[in-house]
């Protein structure tokens, strides 16, 4: 199973990135697909995730400004973020598990490599 993350990279305070995750290797559609971020010196955090039947979450810190959405058909899995603020800069990694609780972020099967997301002040 491989994960593969893309669309990372510098934006300025108050813009907006959308990144992708496209897996392969695996049925996509059964499983939930999530959103860590970790920045430098900090824990690795959940920021979102969308089940296998559509239901969504996302931390407190980026509700409203950050939307997941996946597609099936492209086993693809994106995280549209807006608004960004110089606190999201963090490497970013998506993540796949069938049982998958959320806001622990305990159970997940499969990991990406991480895409860097730098917002300058």
């Known amino acids: 199973v491989q994960l593969q993350a893309s669309g990372g990279g510098l934006v300025q305070a108050g813009g907006s990135l959308r990144l992708s995750c496209t897996a392969s290797?695996?049925?996509?559609?059964?499983?939930?697909m999530n959103w860590f971020r970790q920045a430098p010196g900090k824990e690795r955090q959940l920021v979102a995730g969308?089940?296998?039947?559509?239901?969504?979450y996302s931390a407190e810190s980026v509700k409203g400004r950050f939307t997941v959405s996946r597609d099936n058909a492209k086993n693809t899995v994106y995280l549209q973020m807006i608004d960004l603020k110089f606190e999201d800069t963090a490497v970013y990694y998506c993540?796949?598990?069938?049982?998958?609780?959320?806001?622990?972020?305990?159970?997940?099967?499969?990991w990406g490599k991480g895409t860097l997301v730098t917002v300058s002040s």
């Open positions: 969308i089940s296998s039947g559509g239901r969504t």
């Open positions: 993540a796949a598990g069938r049982g998958v609780k959320w806001p622990s972020g305990d159970g997940m099967d499969y």
């Open positions: 290797g695996h049925t996509f559609s059964n499983y939930a």
